[in-house]
């Protein structure tokens, strides 16, 4: 379909005529006319107008209309629409089984990220990595990703590795906790989530590293393959030693016997 078939099936959607859509957006009626049927030209023929950007952007906004229905990239009119159908899985494609009939964890090491993101729904590829069971982890399908970067340093460091839960639903994603995020632009990501799919169709990406080198980003619903919840991290980087409570003792101490020296002396 051309964009002007579109915006005609825009129109017809809301059953407004195209004066009536021409008030919405904001523009005159012959704006609209000539956009959906054409100029008549001397030959008897009649061209289409391109809508300009601020016409598609007023469409957009007064109709909460999709902007990849527009520019042919989906069929999904609405941006509503394209946040309820999303092309998300709500079970992970494969999963990896133990003779007991228990699901293994599944190791996806920084290695193995590249071919992840073409393999995540191969079976084949999927077997090829390294598996475990850890019994208290049950209750849904379990992934362990090796962290890369400094992104999320304060809460994990590069080496550690986390233990997501596959979310069956983008929408069951809660603001403020920490994900890990398979897509098609970004590959593996781990951010804390702030999610506005149902307003927006997307989801707020942010960083624990406040360097200024991890800028907070937005993601759209279409491009997410993946995504698991963090419930549980193992980490490489030993505390130090904390003698807090054993210079606490000693001060309390001290404190016990000033107080008999100085009550002594009374």
């Given at each position: 379909m051309e964009i002007s078939e579109k915006i005609a099936a825009i129109r017809d959607h809301f059953n407004l005529n195209n004066f009536s859509f021409s008030k919405k957006i904001g523009v005159t009626g012959t704006t609209v006319d000539s956009i959906i049927n054409g100029r008549p030209q001397a030959d008897g023929s009649r061209k289409k107008t391109k809508p300009g950007y601020d016409v598609l952007s007023s469409i957009i906004d007064?109709?909460?209309?999709?902007?990849?229905?527009?520019?042919?990239?989906?069929?999904?009119?609405?941006?509503?629409?394209?946040?309820?159908?999303?092309?998300?899985?709500?079970?992970?494609?494969?999963?990896?089984?133990?003779?007991?009939?228990?699901?293994?964890?599944?190791?996806?090491?920084?290695?193995?990220?590249?071919?992840?993101?073409?393999?995540?729904?191969?079976?084949?590829?999927?077997?090829?990595?390294?598996?475990?069971?850890?019994?208290?982890?049950?209750?849904?399908?379990?992934?362990c990703f090796e962290v890369q970067g400094n992104s999320m340093v304060r809460t994990f460091f590069d080496g550690d590795l986390v233990?997501?839960?596959y979310v069956e639903n983008l929408y069951d994603i809660k603001d403020g906790r920490i994900y890990v995020i398979v897509s098609k632009n970004d590959g593996i990501v781990l951010k804390r989530v702030i999610n506005r799919i149902k307003e927006r169709g997307k989801l707020i990406l942010k960083s624990d590293n406040k360097d200024g080198n991890y800028p907070t980003?937005?993601?759209?619903?279409?491009?997410?393959?993946?995504v698991w919840y963090v419930t549980m991290f193992a980490s490489k980087q030993m505390p130090e030693p904390i003698d807090v409570y054993d210079r606490l003792h000693d001060l309390e101490s001290k404190v016990v016997e000033l107080e008999e020296q100085i009550s002594r002396k009374n």
């Open positions: 007064v109709f909460d209309i999709n902007p990849e229905y527009l520019f042919g990239k989906s069929d999904k009119m609405l941006q509503s629409e394209s946040a309820q159908n999303q092309t998300y899985s709500g079970i992970p494609q494969v999963v990896s089984v133990n003779p007991s009939g228990n699901e293994n964890v599944i190791y996806v090491p920084i290695q193995a990220r590249a071919g992840y993101l073409n393999g995540y729904g191969d079976s084949n590829y999927i077997e090829q990595l390294p598996s475990f069971n850890m019994p208290h982890l049950n209750n849904g399908t379990f992934r233990f997501g839960k980003y937005t993601i759209n619903v279409d491009e997410i393959m993946e």
